[in-house]
């Protein structure tokens, strides 16, 4: 399709950090391998032992150049800067249970009474079935754009590569054995009733008596709610996940790149072979601490009707074994998960973990849910 782009003013992001933090170590994957048979059988080994060992990779060569890709962050600035507060308001989303349209800030509790300062607008990725504030209508077919390249170009080759039907796919090809390799982008299509939405988010800087009182945590630690998050890569720092040693690390920007990782749903579709990394955000490094931190995200979640079980006709998973994560016949569908979690985010009172020092748990459809500061 040929978008036509309307002007705009530019977003300008600062240069990543010259501070010295540990950053986690996260493999790099080509997409642009997918063409190619034997780049195929590289990614899935790759996308499948970033999914166990670490739950978090980046991904380059993606399909959008630095210019379409900063083209989208000058639309989500535009989305907090060129938008009254009074509009804000009126697109604010009413129903706790679903994002869409405008978060505000100062919604979720954070810690000693501090609430959070990060705005977001949620857009789901069929653009037109939702009204947009004034400014952002011109660049509607952009957006559409962006999320349809999300969903079929970056995320359906993820899950292409990370069914676990198909992990020994190579071996099992030479045995003559033809397995299903969509098994996971049929619980994700692009038409079904679903929530898998662009959303851009704005994070504002915060008094020092706040940043005491929080510990410094900005978005407590969380595992994502759906299946796929694809994060475009900034250089403002903040964004932390919790590694298999239970060490904070930082991400490094990559530019041009994105960051992937698996939130609940595909943890449950895995019966736990594939676990959904935390993470969370903190005050940035002191050199880009008086900045606001704008992001840019597509999250993905299965189809509303897609029931959490995981996936047993897998061999892998009859082989090694699932984790129980649901009582047998009580597995919530997306939607039911989707909205349970996002209704309680943030509001709940949540109970110290008995067991984990800095953790708070929630029970949420007779699983714990664990948050972190
Ligand atoms: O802002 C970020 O870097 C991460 C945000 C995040 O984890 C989320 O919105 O779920
Ligand atoms: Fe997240």
């Keep these: 399709m040929l978008v036509v782009e309307k002007p705009l003013p530019r977003y300008v992001p600062p240069p990543p950090s010259k501070e010295n933090l540990e950053y986690a170590d996260l493999a790099i994957i080509d997409l642009s ?19 166990t060992e670490v739950g978090f990779f980046y991904i380059i ?38 994002y ?24 789901n990725r069929h653009v037109v079935t939702q009204s947009h504030p004034q400014a952002l209508r011109p660049f509607v077919p952009e957006i559409a754009a962006f999320a349809s390249h999300n969903h079929l170009n970056v995320l359906h080759p993820i899950l292409r590569h990370a069914n676990p039907l198909t992990l020994y796919f190579p071996l099992l090809m030479a045995l003559g054995l033809e397995l299903p390799e969509d098994t996971l982008t049929k619980l994700h299509e692009f038409q079904a009733p679903g929530e898998s939405s662009v959303r851009f988010m704005k994070y504002h800087p ?10 410094s945590v900005w978005l407590k630690g969380h595992a994502d709610i759906g299946s796929i998050t694809i994060l475009y890569s900034q250089p403002i720092g903040g964004l932390q996940i919790l590694s298999r040693d239970n060490q904070w690390r930082w991400i490094k920007h990559i530019d041009n790149a994105l960051v992937v990782n698996a939130g609940d ?24 601490r008086s900045i606001p931190r704008l992001g840019v995200f597509y999250f993905s979640m299965a189809n509303d009707d897609a029931k ?7 061999p892998v998973l009859q082989r090694i074994g699932t984790t129980k994560y649901f009582e047998e016949g009580e597995a919530p569908t997306m939607e039911q998960w989707r909205r349970n ?13 008995e067991k984990e020092v800095g953790v708070e ?13």
């Design 33 to 51: 391998k997918a063409t190619a048979p034997e780049g195929r059988v590289e990614l899935s080994r790759q996308v499948c032992e970033a999914l």
């Design 61 to 98: 060569n993606h399909g959008y150049t630095s210019a379409q890709t900063s083209r989208i962050f000058d639309i989500a600035n535009a989305t907090f800067d060129l938008v009254s507060d009074e509009e804000k308001q009126e697109y604010t989303q009413k129903d706790v249970g679903v």
């Design 100 to 123: 869409t349209g405008y978060k505000p800030r100062n919604d979720w509790h954070i810690a000693s009474g501090v609430r959070d300062a990060i705005e977001h607008y949620n857009i």
């Design 206 to 215: 915060r008094e020092a008596t706040e940043e005491e009182l929080t510990n």
């Design 265 to 288: 749903a595909i943890e449950f579709l895995s019966g736990g072979y594939y676990k959904a990394t935390r993470h969370r955000v903190i005050q940035p490094p002191a050199d880009q």
């Design 308 to 314: 959490l079980n995981p996936l047993l006709e897998s």
């Design 341 to 353: 979690r996002t209704a309680l985010y943030g509001k709940s009172q949540l109970k110290p973990s």
């Design 361 to 373: 748990e929630e029970v949420i459809h007779g699983t714990v849910v664990k948050h972190y500061n």
